[in-house]
């Protein structure tokens, strides 16, 4: 059975679970949601996720959605399959969701203003608030210091091995590089840097790359 | 060696307060006061490089983020005290996805309220009821998705209480006490029941005659 991903490819939630997905060879296949047509508002989609957000998945009869909780239940799923993405202990497996929450909480907002403001609004022919980003990308040194104190004791987030923690930052930091002209905050930490060479290099994130057409 | 928790005070390190109780899993607590910069304290730091509550000291292991901290619990005791987590990976996995729902959905406006109402006379700034009126429509509307699931199952990952649910007590217990809205969790029948069942688990009750709201 091939797991449904509802969501456009080229939108950060959806390019998290994706991530997962090839990291533990999963056969997944992509429904597209047309978010400029509002597609996510329709009655139909919000069946399927009642906040009007991507993604959501349906794997058989089981369906799921919020990106953090899908990767969470893959990667148990397939244990034994692939990269072990949560840790090699129970003690492990918390520092992974440490992580995973101060990537929720302290950086996935900062990079999803930034990122709205300097990118997609300009995109959609509209004015993004230069001050809003310029407020974000402060807020973002800050926290990107935090990690790089954090990566010069370990190398991955989570101690010593590639865990969700990581995982969950790549598209995000695509984004801020890539798009946002954000290079900066990652190029300007050693350790940091050193950290985004070695998880943008793995061949599932390139695998992804390519499917997006970047 | 029995587990520490900083911070009871607050509402975030409720989560794991309530979380432990369930798990009958003894613990100690540390006041942290957050009103006198207890965040910015160089040796607090340390423990939580972010500078907020909570944090756990078990034994030489240190955790931070409340819904790490309950998850890890959880697990760990899973053979003792309430099953929190759901009997199957699927189950799980619904209990992570309505988790993320309050993480991502629910708890920013509520939050927003907590500030903007009790935290600012505090603190001595002026409350922005624009923000205020805005946060509170936003809740309104995670809160008719809980009523549209709710009618369907009696917690929010199926028909078992689960950390889904648990998640939400603290903050909840703010807005229907100190912040006098009440009304929004009454007007809508299936959230009431929820939060009639859940806010009278002996854990909970346990938690609010135990630590005292700072404000």
Redesign the interface.
Known sequence: MVVKVYGPIMAACPQRVMACLLEKDVEFEIVHVDLEAEEHKTSDFLLRQ??GQVPAIEDGD?K???S???I??YA??YEERGPNLLGNS??G???V??W???E???FNDLVYTLVLQLVVLPRMGKHGDVVLARSCEQKLEKVFD?YE??LSNATYLAGDSFTLADLSHLPGIRYLVNDAGMGHLVAERKHVNAWWEAISNRSAWKKLMKLVNY | MVVKVYGPSYASPKRVLVCLIEKEIEFETVPVDLLKGGLKDPEFLELQ??GTVPVTQDGD?I???S???M??YA??YKSQGTDLLGKT??E???V??W???E???YNPPIYTLTVQIMVSPKLGFPRDENLIKESEEKLAK?LD?YE??LSKSKYLAGDFFSLADLSHLPFTQYLVSQMGKEYMIRSRKHVSAWWDDISSRPSWQKVLQLYAVPF
Do not use: C, T
Request: aromatic fraction near 14%.
């Open positions: 009642p906040f089981f799921l959605f919020e953090r909780a899908i969470r239940y148990a799923k129970l003690e497996r918390a520092l969701d440490q995973l929450e101060v929720a909480h302290n935090i104190q954090r | 490089p972010f292991y955790l931070f983020e819904r790490a901290i998850r890890y697990e760990k990976i699927e799980r996995g619904l992570e996805n988790l993320e729902v993480a991502h959905s995670v998705v549209e699931k």
